[in-house]
């Protein structure tokens, strides 16, 4: 879909069109879409049909992240994938404070999804992307969804901050389908990156807001001073680091890690809630707990060994135990059935022998692929177990578990 296809979609012929697509698309067979598509309106080009069914394609893979709305927003290929997902561009807003028609300018902003969530909060946005199909897309979908806002082409460096009481920034970390991690290689650069995060952006003499976005990778060397990095995850799963200059809470917290969930949940933890001390190390207890992706990346286990009343089990991998049945939103835990031999040889008989055949593998520190472990343990029981493979202060252990609620 270039802009032009694009474009076209917005017109009330385009529209027709797209709601066709929508109705009948079927990603098993596109070309007979294509064919029926054109059988309805013999004058349509063919790039039309493309643009289409490539975005009621994209509208289908669109509901898991961003649900009844996906069937009328748009998006890119590279849009939808690297788009925040709406419940934690809701979270961010919540933590910048309410908009009251405050500037804000998005250099990066990608199809909108962090865009949209700031005019939603009352934010006066402006968005800027370098891709001019891309920043289409995004003017589309405020308007779509009847909020206020601008989006231009154009590069974040080019961009004039002036006026904006706030700045959002999400650098792009990919080149072509390669994915970037070293920060040299974004774009815009580290160096531009750090100037956002120096002195920010006022309005009236008051100190502004800046946030980027980040892949949760970040080396934790690379967080300039005065600055709060927060680690965010989604039911689990880790989805990035926001660097926030100054930090909301005004304090001297530099890491933090929350934990968000599609249905509204929502933990925090910083380093000011560590115990002092490195953790103690110890043996196998009666409970073993996982902590969060987002807590074990913000470093910050040992808040989680320290609520648990608990030790680790070795001091460089992220498993926490502890005789304590505690309850705790950031880390997941498990009780110990048996420690059973970690050796193919020994554990296979044992796991024969309670008649498991359905086997989840966890593990940390071992040199081991769960999917080929299986192939080899050749189980055939009809009971399903979990077993944690890790190291202890002894030896490699295999933890048969029971996972909690």
Excluded at 138 to 167: C, H
Excluded at 219 to 235: K, Q, R
Excluded at 239 to 254: D, F, I, M, N, Q
Aim: proline content about 7%; aromatic content about 6%.
């Amino acid at each position: 879909m270039d802009a032009d296809g694009f474009a076209f979609l917005l017109t009330p012929r385009g529209q027709r069109l797209l709601g066709a697509a929508m109705s009948a698309y079927d990603d098993t067979d596109v070309l007979a879409l294509s064919e029926r598509l054109r059988r309805t309106d013999r004058a349509l080009a063919a790039e039309h049909v493309a643009a289409a069914i490539t975005q009621a394609g994209l509208r289908r893979s669109a509901a898991a992240k961003f649900g009844a709305d996906a069937t009328r927003l748009y998006f890119t290929s590279a849009g939808l994938e690297q788009g925040t997902h709406p419940r934690v561009a809701r979270h961010r807003t919540t933590r910048a404070g309410a908009g009251g028609a405050r500037p804000l300018l998005d250099l990066g902003c990608g199809v909108g999804s962090d865009l949209m969530a700031f005019a939603a909060a009352g934010y006066a946005v402006t968005g800027v992307d370098s891709d001019g199909l891309t920043a289409a897309v995004a003017a589309a979908n405020l308007a779509v969804l009847g909020l206020g806002g601008s989006v231009i082409e154009g590069t974040a460096q080019d961009a004039d901050r002036a006026g904006f009481a706030a700045v959002f920034a999400d650098p792009a970390r990919r080149q072509g389908a390669t994915r970037v991690f070293d920060p040299r290689a974004f774009s815009p650069s580290w160096d531009f990156v750090l100037s956002l995060l120096g002195p920010g952006p006022s309005v009236a003499g008051q100190p502004g807001q800046v946030v980027v976005k980040l892949g949760p990778g970040l080396d934790h060397d690379l967080v300039p001073p005065l600055v709060e990095a927060e680690w965010v995850s989604l039911d689990g799963d880790l989805k990035e680091v926001a660097l926030w200059s100054p930090p909301p809470s005004r304090g001297t917290t530099r890491r933090r890690a929350t934990l968000l969930t599609a249905a509204g949940g929502e933990a925090s933890l910083t380093e000011a809630d560590a115990p002092v001390g490195a953790p103690p190390i110890s043996a196998v207890g009666d409970f073993v707990y996982e902590p969060d992706p987002a807590v074990i990346r913000a470093h910050l286990v040992s808040v989680v060994v320290g609520g648990v009343a608990g030790w680790l089990l070795d001091p460089h991998l992220a498993y926490v135990s502890s005789d304590r049945d505690v309850a705790s939103p950031f880390a997941r835990r498990f009780r110990v059935l048996e420690v059973l031999p970690f050796r193919e040889r020994q554990l296979r008989p044992a796991l024969r022998s309670r008649g498991i055949g359905a086997l989840t593998i966890k593990k940390r520190g071992i040199a081991v692929t769960p999917e080929e472990l299986r192939r080899r343990l050749a189980l055939h029981g009809d009971q399903h177990a979990t077993l944690i493979l890790t190291r202890t202060p002894g030896s490699a252990a295999a933890l048969l578990v029971e996972p909690l609620p």
